[in-house]
């Protein structure tokens, strides 16, 4: 069960720290994303931590060098720090298990959470 929190309005060039609370993580290992959707547009792929082996995070090239995704496994959260805010940013954003495109990009599925909205507005 996963859980977001952190949107809000915000101005260009702000931030906003999201959270996205699991009520457990199976393992040490894990992979988890964050995508976003844009009413009445599809879902945008935003970033994957990798830490089943790999001990990656990748993010998309419209938010790379502003966002940072990271873990606490001590408190089962996911974090996404996101800097330098613009209006194209504005969105709901989902945490999700896992970082297959083709799976991600289907949602959001029943085991997401709610979302959080994110609006960079003046």
């Known amino acids: 069960h996963l859980v977001e929190s952190g949107g809000g309005l915000v101005q260009p060039g702000g931030s906003l720290r999201l959270s996205c609370a699991a009520s457990r993580f199976t393992s040490s290992s894990y992979v988890m994303s964050w995508v976003r959707q844009v009413p009445g547009k599809g879902l945008e792929w935003v970033s994957t931590i990798n830490n089943d082996g790999e001990d990656t995070t990748t993010y998309a090239e419209s938010v790379k060098g502003r966002f940072t995704s990271s873990m606490d496994n001590a408190k089962n959260t996911l974090y996404l720090q996101m800097n330098s805010l613009k209006p194209e940013d504005t969105a709901v954003y989902y945490c999700?298990?896992?970082?297959?495109?083709?799976?991600?990009?289907?949602?959001?599925?029943?085991?997401w959470g709610q979302g959080t909205q994110v609006t960079v507005s003046t």
């Open positions: 999700a298990p896992g970082g297959n495109p083709t799976v991600l990009l289907g949602g959001p599925y029943d085991y």
